[in-house]
């Protein structure tokens, strides 16, 4: 059995959840977890993630507020080059002191991770009664929400030519003399439909 605070994601906060008024800072790397993103666009598991912020009792729960970022390496949606980014967020989240779940807890304590409170907010668990907030669930959510749907290497990247390839980055002037080949293309389709209209011997059943 691992104990909530042999998680590498877990939070020592049992001196400031013992009342309100209470605070104290969270500045460090935490491994990200798995599952964010895929290959092309994703944050393996593994990599450091920063976490610095503050973390504040309240009357009924401990406050959140954080600055995550993550190195991010993707490619190019339109040219493939590597981008080299990162991924930067700021969530507040609120860890209700009490079990939002009436039923004892049988170690399954992810079912009860992410629940929206009445404000629209991320409310996480605490874990151990109090003593520790674990970060998993937290940074899964806040780095899969951040991810690029379509990571570009700078907003106005010209892409690739669709006919050969090239990249137009380099090569902005470069085109295709395409009007020979629409006509000759236009031109046996031109040539293929009066065929068809002149089925010749091979008639339907038209009598
Ligand atoms: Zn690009
Ligand atoms: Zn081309």
Same mark, same amino acid.
């Given at each position: 059995?691992?104990?909530?605070?042999?998680?590498?994601?877990?939070?020592?906060?049992?001196?400031?959840?013992?009342?309100?008024?209470?605070?104290?800072?969270?500045?460090?790397?935490?491994?990200?977890?798995?599952?964010?993103?895929?290959?092309?666009?994703?944050?393996?598991?593994?990599?450091?993630?920063?976490?610095?912020?503050?973390? /504040?009792? @309240? +009357?009924?729960? !401990?406050? #959140? =507020?954080?600055?995550?970022?993550?190195?991010?390496?993707?490619? $190019?949606?339109? %040219?493939?080059?590597?981008?080299?980014?990162?991924?930067?967020?700021?969530?507040?989240?609120?860890?209700?002191?009490?079990?939002?779940?009436?039923?004892?807890?049988?170690?399954?304590?992810?079912?009860?991770?992410?629940?929206?409170?009445?404000?629209?907010?991320?409310?996480?668990?605490?874990?151990?009664?109090?003593?520790?907030?674990?970060?998993?669930?937290?940074?899964? /959510?806040? @780095? +899969?929400?951040? !991810?690029? #749907? =379509?990571?570009?290497?700078?907003?106005?990247?010209?892409?690739? $030519?669709?006919? %050969?390839?090239?990249?137009?980055?380099?090569?902005?002037?470069?085109?295709?003399?395409?009007?020979?080949?629409?006509?000759?293309?236009?031109?046996?389709?031109?040539?293929?439909?009066?065929?068809?209209?002149?089925?010749?011997?091979?008639?339907?059943?038209?009598?």
């Amino acid at each position: 059995m691992s104990r909530p605070e042999d998680s590498p994601w877990a939070v020592s906060v049992a001196q400031v959840s013992t009342r309100a008024g209470q605070s104290t800072r969270v500045d460090r790397d935490f491994p990200a977890p798995e599952g964010i993103g895929d290959q092309v666009v994703g944050i393996p598991a593994g990599t450091p993630v920063h976490v610095k912020g503050d973390i /504040d009792s @309240l +009357v009924d729960g !401990l406050l #959140l =507020q954080a600055h995550v970022s993550v190195p991010l390496k993707t490619e $190019c949606t339109r %040219c493939l080059r590597p981008v080299n980014t990162s991924i930067q967020d700021d969530p507040v989240v609120f860890f209700p002191y009490k079990e939002p779940e009436p039923e004892p807890t049988h170690g399954k304590e992810e079912i009860l991770a992410e629940q929206e409170d009445e404000a629209g907010g991320q409310t996480y668990p605490l874990a151990s009664g109090g003593a520790f907030m674990d970060l998993e669930a937290l940074l899964r /959510d806040t @780095l +899969v929400e951040a !991810l690029p #749907l =379509q990571p570009l290497c700078r907003p106005d990247c010209r892409g690739l $030519c669709p006919q %050969c390839g090239m990249d137009l980055n380099d090569h902005p002037d470069h085109h295709h003399e395409m009007m020979d080949d629409r006509w000759a293309a236009l031109e046996g389709l031109k040539q293929r439909l009066e065929q068809e209209e002149n089925p010749g011997s091979d008639g339907r059943t038209g009598e």
